[in-house]
């Protein structure tokens, strides 16, 4: 809420290092905000009481609400010790830029208590009613119901850009269902495991009950952004970048926060193109406004396409994610409830070649390129 007029926000930003980066420099600060990006989320030391110099932290506070960027809190080294965490957010509580805690930071795959998310969430709201609380999981079901009893908003941060998911490179031992840990839990198909976990989290929720009684806790993607070291040979490109986001939204992702600040000057730069487009209010008013629904599609090795669409007052935003690296030299349609007027293309930013045309009761396009992303605001009659 802004001058007490309430604004609509799609988060869409990265964990940031602290003494890498962010520590001391409004220099930094401000062209992280020139980026596009609309939050910051500090990666704290690892104190178990005081993760940053509080001193040094008000200055930043300071610098934050002059630049207009929103805060998310982290406290994944503190979150357990109780008197800690009540000091930090006594303490920070009626900051302007403060937007969400961030309480644990993959419990399920660091094996914290089972009620420690719940203890941690309790202890917030009886000081802090208002901001909502969030959390990452790391794992695709272990204990999803007791670790998301403590939060309101439900990160993923499936990583399976360039890792083996069947052999960990980090201990030499075969991954399976059962055995092992290559980076990416329960990854099998790269870009189709970003859906996967995601639908499997709807579900999660829809079968504990909290869909039908409280409302489903929002999900927020965890796009990878980093690479070269660990588990991972390397770096996403800018094109899986873009895939990677894109199918975290497609599937109801109401934020993302990739892992890490600074990344590569590649990811850098399409990251912010992007952040560009997702954080206007044009685009923002359909993410928001609307759950993502599944779209039918034909043509263009169907398997390899993920389409969503959001319809808000007559027109329908639709993203057509294209997970294959090959191109296709052939027709497209993407299906739409009733019959299209005209189609705006919101990205890519630059298009060359063929463009998606209105047709009947759908949108076609003659080819695709190998990992093509198109978000399309299409008007109907």
Not at 35 to 49: A, D, M, R
Not at 343 to 370: F, Y
């Amino acid at each position: 809420m802004t001058n007490s007029n309430w604004k609509s926000i799609l988060p869409y930003s990265y964990y940031i290092s602290w003494g890498g980066y962010l520590n001391g420099s409004t220099a930094n600060l401000n062209a992280f905000a020139d980026l596009g990006y609309n939050i910051v989320h500090p990666i704290p030391g690892s104190s178990q009481t005081e993760p940053f110099d509080e001193p040094e932290f008000d200055q930043f506070l300071d610098a934050l609400d002059e630049v207009g960027l929103y805060l998310m809190y982290d406290m994944r080294w503190t979150y357990k010790n109780l008197t800690a965490l009540s000091a930090q957010v006594k303490r920070l509580r009626s900051r302007n830029s403060l937007l969400l805690w961030y309480t644990a930071d993959e419990p399920d795959g660091w094996g914290d208590p089972l009620n420690a998310t719940t203890l941690a969430y309790d202890a917030i709201k009886e000081l802090d009613p208002y901001h909502p609380v969030s959390l990452v999981l790391n794992c695709y079901n272990f204990y999803f119901k007791e670790y998301t009893s403590g939060t309101d908003i439900v990160l993923t941060d499936p990583y399976p850009v360039a890792t083996n998911v069947t052999w960990s490179v980090q201990w030499n031992t075969p991954c399976n269902t059962t055995y092992g840990d290559c980076g990416c839990d329960n990854c099998i198909d790269l870009f189709h495991d970003i859906p996967r976990r995601l639908d499997a989290y709807k579900d999660y929720q829809e079968w504990l009950g909290n869909v039908e009684y409280q409302g489903p806790q929002p999900l927020w993607g965890v796009p990878q952004a980093f690479g070269g070291s660990e588990y991972w040979s390397r770096a996403p490109t800018a094109a899986e970048e873009v895939v990677l986001d894109m199918l975290f939204v497609n599937h109801g992702a109401k934020g993302l926060v990739a892992w890490t600040f600074p990344t590569t000057m590649e990811l850098q730069e399409v990251t912010s193109q992007l952040a560009k487009v997702l954080t206007m209010d044009q685009v923002t008013s359909y993410l928001l406004g609307a759950n993502a629904v599944q779209l039918d599609v034909s043509g263009g090795n169907a398997t390899g396409l993920d389409v969503a669409g959001w319809n808000v007052g007559g027109k329908v935003l639709v993203s057509v994610v294209y997970m294959s690296y090959d191109d296709y030299d052939g027709r497209v349609e993407v299906k739409l409830s009733g019959a299209p007027r005209s189609v705006e293309i919101l990205w890519p930013t630059v298009t060359n070649g063929a463009s998606w045309q209105v047709d009947g009761k759908g949108i076609v396009k003659r080819s695709l390129v190998g990992l093509e992303v198109s978000l399309l605001l299409v008007e109907m009659q």
